[in-house]
């Protein structure tokens, strides 16, 4: 049983307040001068990032880092984590799962493996089931995103076992008042308009004692994928695929006495897809833009989380001390899968075989039924309109707290980071199917009641499968990173983290379809892990000029081990494990960072080769239709990243980046049963090249600042199969093709005036729609879907900042 992964109003407000926002901003524009927004988003190698814990430009940084401040953001039209792994060199990302993959370092199983950080609060989840996804911040009213490649076990500690995400809210200023609006209007072709409506503002109650920061952001991601009826292709729900977001944000910051700073903070996210991008490729018909998908349970996704933060900083000559204090609650309910399209496929391998649920032989020549799923939909005799829908229920209620003590001299011979973190983190993942049409379907198919074809009636609610497994993380983490100036120009650093943690788990299974219970009576299962990981790094730097640094590094990096239900012998025939181990990386690294042609060229680049040991993956029992989380197999990954940016002139800025990425596995990987899960040389996953192109030129329009920008976004096609489209694994599905190579083109169009901007732009300019993403239900369903990029928007927005 393989399984594959009141929003009007907003947009009536946020067409209302365009009007009322240009009036604003025509009251609010004065002529004073400012750097226009899109020159100061340009100058990369300035700023100012806190990769390290402590405050460094980023051409002094010595590791692969990029960064995007929020004038950036707005120029390049970033709104999501989607975007941003466009333009960021080595970065995978699956707009599905949320799993970002840094430098091919990616699993589903477990803890995660790219650290997800809101300021100093990490958020990412583990894997507990099916569709334990990442949530993912928005990116309005921040200060900066900072995406930190290879390990940063030392730093960040357990799950940036290949990177870290940072998002960066802005501070309450005590004093200096600013405000930021935001407004945007866009349409899809052959879909539905989006829209958006932004405002922060912030400065000081009490001067220089008391400051503020506020802001609110909502947005319409507008349809693209109709849902219809598979049997007439009668439109059932236009533009399904549409996406709701409320954004709230507050802090404040409070200084009692000199040196000390006291700032709360609570965020609040809403995200509400109202059905996935899948369209049914039978019966679509992408040329023409008409995407369509006859799944009859719809399939969304609600997502909301909110986090209360208390930051205290307190300053002394030589030393600063800050404490995060933080509480983070989310709630995910989301379809992760079709209950009808999966039960079916399931349904249909079973009658295949001539026999009912409990392997008795039909009496009702089943296998004339066969299939269930056809290319264009099911294909159930007497029963049309058939459906089942499963719910997935995500918990995840984290509390962390960190303090670090470090050096406040960034001048000083000896900088450095000590600090303790402690985290306690409880999930839950709940995964129902239910089926209130099971017992006509076991009528249809084996001529038999739901208790005889399954052993067992429904259960209340008509769930025919649940499986809820409710799992606690603690940890408790010492860290030390300290640089030490050798000469002025050549500088040690080395870094030590040592945790001890835990995790434990109960589980219960029970339903017609579950194969651990015993007649009817629930499955239940516990289990733990503690272990104490140890994760070093050493780098060793040169400033060869001012403008010239080169670095090298070794890092480690780990995920936390954990223990997974224990499977049934009788049922799966064989044992197999009820915990595993941490996994980890050992990441080399070379690089450097220079700026040339009196600084108007800058250019950052790394090369690197990472050994992943005993890899945590999930593994499928093809005999009982469950899976387990086990050690099995070895990777290594190596490439570069590189990233560009040119001054030509004042009018004309070029940028690149180029990302490749060769991830591996470094041995064959055979589970406990004997199952070939990978060949050596197959691949994790990785697209091999990703180049982003960028140019921007401006110049003076009616005496003020204009620009035309066009970005190109290109990812190669992948050559070397994954496990499953290799023939010589167990799981071999020769239904399953890689992505062709892809090409998105979009183009901008602004002016700035002192206080505000305005801007056209048009995504997917040339309306390209590869088949992305191509997958079934298993590898006897001839049913396919597929996503693709969003058609061709056009658009535009009004900023304003003052």
């Not at 799962?97 to 699993?107: F, L, M, Q, T, V």
């Not at 990233?643 to 180029?658: C, D, G, I, K």
């Not at 083109?745 to 602004?750: D, K, N, T, Y």
Request: proline letters at 6%; a negative charge; charged letters at 20%.
């Amino acid at each position: 049983m393989v399984r594959y992964p009141s929003p009007r109003r907003a947009l009536l407000l946020s067409a209302a307040l365009v009007p009322a926002l240009w009036a604003g901003v025509a009251a609010a524009a004065d002529n004073s001068s400012q750097t226009p927004p899109q020159a100061a988003a340009t100058s990369v190698g300035e700023i100012v990032v806190t990769a390290t814990r402590q405050e460094q430009t980023l051409n002094k940084v010595a590791e692969s880092v990029t960064a995007f401040t929020a004038a950036k953001m707005d120029v390049q039209g970033i709104k999501s984590f989607a975007d941003v792994a466009k333009f960021t060199p080595g970065i995978t990302f699956d707009p599905d799962s949320h799993d970002i993959a840094i430098r091919g370092i990616e699993s589903t199983a477990g803890s995660g493996t790219t650290g997800i950080y809101i300021d100093d609060t990490p958020v990412q989840v583990r894997n507990l089931g099916f569709n334990s996804n990442n949530t993912l911040p928005t990116v309005f009213d921040l200060d900066r995103v900072e995406v930190l490649r290879g390990p940063q076990g030392t730093l960040f500690g357990a799950g940036s076992e290949g990177g870290t995400v940072r998002y960066i809210t802005p501070q309450p200023s005590l004093t200096t008042y600013s405000a930021y609006m935001h407004s945007e209007l866009a349409y899809t072709q052959d879909g539905a308009p989006s829209a958006e409506v932004g405002v922060a503002a912030g400065g000081p109650i009490v001067g220089d004692k008391l400051g503020f920061r506020v802001s609110a952001w909502l947005r319409r991601d507008g349809g693209w994928v109709d849902r219809v009826d598979y049997q007439t292709l009668g439109v059932t729900d236009g533009d399904a695929n549409r996406v709701d977001t409320y954004v709230l944000r507050a802090a404040l910051a409070w200084t009692p006495i000199e040196n000390l700073t006291i700032t709360p903070g609570i965020d609040y996210q809403k995200r509400d897809q109202h059905n996935y991008d899948d369209y049914w490729v039978s019966i679509s018909n992408p040329s023409a833009d008409q995407f369509l998908s006859g799944t009859p349970d719809r399939m969304a996704d609600p997502d909301r989380f909110y986090l209360a933060t208390l930051k205290v900083e307190y300053d002394l000559p030589a030393v600063r001390i800050i404490s995060n204090t933080s509480y983070y609650d989310r709630l995910e309910r989301v379809n992760g899968y079709s209950g009808t399209l999966y039960n079916l496929s399931y349904f249909q391998q079973i009658i295949a075989n001539g026999v009912d649920p409990q392997g008795n032989p039909c009496t009702n020549n089943c296998q004339a039924l066969y299939p269930l799923l056809t290319p264009t939909g099911p294909n159930v005799p007497g029963l049309p309109n058939y459906l089942a829908y499963n719910l997935i229920t995500n918990t995840q209620v984290n509390f962390t707290q960190e303090v670090r003590i470090q050096s406040a001299n960034p001048d000083a011979r000896l900088n450095w980071t000590a600090g303790m973190f402690y985290g306690q983190d409880s999930q839950r993942s709940t995964e129902e199917i239910r089926d209130p049409e099971l017992n006509q379907l076991s009528e249809i198919l084996w001529d038999e009641t739901t208790l005889e074809a399954w052993g067992e009636n429904l259960l209340p609610g008509d769930d025919d499968y649940i499986n809820s497994t409710r799992g606690h993380d603690r940890q408790l983490a010492l860290f030390a990173d300290a640089t030490f100036s050798i000469t002025d120009q050549l500088k040690l650093e080395g870094g030590l983290r040592y945790a001890w943690t835990h995790f434990d788990f109960t589980n219960f299974n029970d339903g017609p379809q579950d194969l651990l219970d015993d007649g009817g009576v629930p499955a239940t299962a516990s289990g733990s892990k503690d272990e104490r990981p140890l994760t070093p790094k050493v780098s060793l730097s040169y400033q060869a000029t001012s403008d010239d640094l080169v670095y090298a590094t070794v890092a480690k990096g780990y995920r936390i081990g954990g223990a997974t239900p224990p499977l049934p012998v009788a049922a799966c025939g064989g044992t197999f494990p009820d915990s595993y181990n941490s996994d980890s990386v050992l990441s080399y690294e070379i690089g450097s960072k220079d700026r040339f042609l009196d600084r108007r060229l800058y250019v950052s680049a790394s090369a690197y080769y990472i050994q992943w040991s005993n890899i945590q993956q999930n593994i499928y029992v093809p005999t009982c239709g469950i899976q387990y989380t086990a050690n099995v197999g070895d990777a290594t990954s190596k490439g570069f990243d590189l990233q560009a940016e040119f001054r030509v002139s004042h009018a004309v800025e070029l940028e690149m980046t180029v990302g490749y990425t060769d991830a591996t596995f470094s041995k064959t990987a055979i589970a406990a049963n004997g199952d070939v899960l990978a060949i050596k040389g197959d691949s994790l996953g990785a697209v091999p090249w990703t180049v982003t192109l960028g140019a921007q030129y401006n110049f003076p329009l009616f005496e003020q600042d204009a620009f035309v920008r066009a970005d190109d976004e290109f990812a190669s096609h992948r050559t070397v199969p994954i496990p499953g489209e290799d023939p010589r694994t167990t799981f071999f599905d020769s239904g399953l093709v890689p992505d062709p190579a892809t090409n998105q083109l979009s183009a901008r169009a602004g002016v700035t005036f002192p206080k505000w901007e305005v801007e056209l732009f048009i995504n997917n300019l040339l309306n390209s729609h590869p088949q992305l993403d191509l997958n079934h239900q298993d590898q006897f369903t001839t049913l396919f879907e597929a996503t693709t990029f969003r058609p061709r928007t056009v658009g535009i927005s009004a900023t304003v900042r003052y």
